[in-house]
């Protein structure tokens, strides 16, 4: 059971552009007016270039339907990120992940930490009435940027990105879920207002 009187937060980094990438700003900017809003949070920082978060293998996606009682020293050992993964997700309140849109989809790493932490009878079941996502009561923020504007207008249906997440998020039962997006990056017009604008967001965050 997660404890109410401590925060405990999971950031999740995925972009190849380090400290100059605007969903890291993004996603910082929030982690910090989060620890404002509740001092004593642990915050657990996962930066997936940075550790080169491995992709899903063969082996891998086997080892992850062999019941725990039958499972190898190897298949242990390779369900070991998945586990520590998947430990983290379950136990944290609140979820941040950067997310650049790259190509109009999510980063590679990315969608690794995705298909690591999305194992059926651990994070989601199948019932009768369909599936069911079990990380429960946890608050998700997308710090998303991308370098055109997709939220609305003709490129919206481009954007792969908060969609895909939100859905996958859902079904892994992580319904609360809030896009805060950083747009217009690679447009000279529109940089600043976006990153004003969306730092006035994070202003708002409760």
């Known amino acids: ?10 950031h999740i980094k995925s ?17 910090d007016k989060l620890r404002a809003q509740y001092p004593d949070a642990h915050v ?14 063969g082996e891998t996606l086997v ?42 989809g999510i980063p590679s790493h990315l969608k690794a930490w995705l298909d690591q932490i999305s194992r059926a009878g651990i994070t989601f079941e199948y019932g009768t009435n369909g599936p069911k996502g079990l990380i429960l009561n946890t608050k998700a923020y997308i710090a ?17 990105v908060a969609p895909y997440l939100k859905t996958i998020l859902g079904f892994l039962g992580i319904t609360d879920v809030e896009v805060l997006r950083a747009e217009g990056t690679a447009m000279a017009e529109t940089k600043e207002a976006s990153i004003e604008m969306v730092l006035g967001q994070i202003e708002l965050v409760n």
């Open 1 to 10: 059971m997660k404890k109410i009187s401590k925060k405990k937060i999971l």
């Open 15 to 31: 972009s190849i552009n380090g400290t100059h990438s605007y969903s890291t700003k993004l996603g910082c900017a929030l982690v």
């Open 44 to 57: 657990v920082t996962k930066d997936l270039v940075e550790e080169d978060f491995p992709h899903l293998v």
């Open 63 to 104: 080892s992850f339907f062999v019941p725990k009682e039958e499972l190898t020293t190897e298949q242990k050992t390779l369900l070991h990120v998945s586990d520590k993964a998947i430990e983290e997700v379950m136990e944290a309140d609140i979820l941040i992940i950067d997310a650049p849109m790259y190509n109009f």
């Open 144 to 160: 998303m940027a991308s370098g055109g504007v997709y939220s609305d207008g003709p490129a919206q249906q481009m954007d792969f």
